[in-house]
């Protein structure tokens, strides 16, 4: 069990260009998640996969992001055309689906994009 | 409408005394509850978790938390605190079993002062 990874860790980039990070789940972790913390607020939720399938998306999650997790493992989150507002740290999720920890969301270290 | 508030957003206090954080939510579903722990510029860890049964629950690094259902509130404490427990500290709900995701606060940052 190594735990959540993403990557890159940083990303500074300027605006109108675009970014995709990358997100590891634990193994055999068939949930993932995604979350936005900007500085000094808790993590809002930004979208949900059960295996392939993207089940839930917020309305934060606007038409210039995308995520996929084409085989049911690592996920990548695109941002299309960078806007300032988009800097922030991604965080990425996982949690198993039937076990006594499936209510539990393990993160991952984040990658803190910074718009310019 | 379902909402998570930290009421606390800094918390200074001396190492070795006791320290709570107090957390309340909104909620007419059923609830589960989290702390986690943020160090700077890591993830978020789980500190510990509510679920169902006894109301107190206890966590890693010495941590308890107490859910009160009339309350609606999901406080942490620790007896006696380290310099190593500043940090920032979020509570987190889950509205419902159906719902997948968090809801976070805004989070406490607490720090230790020797």
């Known amino acids: 069990d190594t735990g959540v990874s993403q990557d890159p860790r940083h990303k500074i980039t300027k605006r109108g260009q675009n970014v995709t990070f990358r997100c590891d789940p634990i193994?055999?972790?068939?949930?993932l998640y995604w979350y936005r913390q900007t500085l000094g607020q808790g993590p809002e939720f930004l979208t949900y996969?059960?295996?392939?399938?993207?089940?839930?998306k917020s309305r934060l999650l606007s038409d210039r992001f995308s995520a996929e997790r084409p085989k049911g493992s690592f996920s990548t989150l695109e941002i299309q055309r960078t806007e300032q507002g988009d800097s922030a740290m991604y965080l990425c999720?996982?949690?198993?689906?039937?076990?006594?920890?499936?209510?539990?969301?393990?993160f991952g270290p984040g990658t803190r994009l910074t718009v310019t | 409408a379902q909402s998570v508030t930290q009421l606390d957003s800094q918390v200074p206090v001396f190492e070795e005394a006791p320290v709570e954080l107090r957390c309340n939510y909104s909620?007419?579903?059923?609830?589960?509850l989290f702390w986690y722990v943020q160090y700077p510029n890591q993830g978020l860890q789980l500190l510990l978790k509510?679920?169902?049964?006894?109301?107190l629950v206890k966590g890693i690094n010495g941590f308890e938390a107490e859910f009160n259902k009339s309350q609606t509130s999901f406080h942490l404490r620790k007896p006696s605190v380290h310099i190593s427990d500043t940090a920032e500290y979020f509570c987190?709900?889950?509205?419902?079993?159906?719902?997948?995701?968090?809801?976070f606060g805004q989070g406490t940052r607490l720090t230790i002062n020797p």
């Open positions: 999720a996982s949690s198993p689906g039937a076990s006594g920890r499936r209510y539990e969301q393990y």
């Open positions: 193994s055999e972790h068939n949930r």
């Open positions: 996969f059960q295996n392939e399938a993207q089940l839930e």
């Open positions: 909620s007419s579903v059923s609830v589960y």
């Open positions: 509510y679920l169902s049964g006894s109301t």
């Open positions: 987190a709900v889950r509205f419902s079993q159906g719902a997948q995701k968090l809801v």
